[in-house]
């Protein structure tokens, strides 16, 4: 515990070097050009503006995917060492499962799942 706040200080100045550094760098060596902020369309000219809105359904459906997609990663290993590790392991995966139907249900009634 001797001079704990200087090994803090140090962490703390490595910290805001490892950030303003490259920040500084980039505004020092990246294009100022207007064309390098269009949206490129296989060397034709941009038609309509870069920006597009999307609508959050896209982003809820990605969400739902990942999240389910992170079930396969818990479920896969326990179903591998499921004999091992006798009824606690089943009590567990049953409670796992079980928020997760509790959040598909909630995603199934506020229409997140329906593809409009």
Known sequence: MENLAGHIGIFFIAGIVMISVPLVLNLLISSKKEIKKTNYECGEEPIGQNRLQFKIHYFL?????????????????????????GI?????????????????????????????
Request: net charge negative; no cysteine.
């Open 61 to 85: 459906i990605a969400v739902l995917f990942i999240i389910f997609e992170v079930e396969v990663i818990y479920i896969v290993p326990w179903a591998v060492l499921v004999e091992e590790m």
């Open 88 to 116: 606690q392991a089943l009590i567990v995966m049953g409670i796992f499962l079980g928020i997760l139907t509790i959040g598909f249900i909630y995603a199934f009634v506020k229409k997140a799942i329906e593809w409009k």
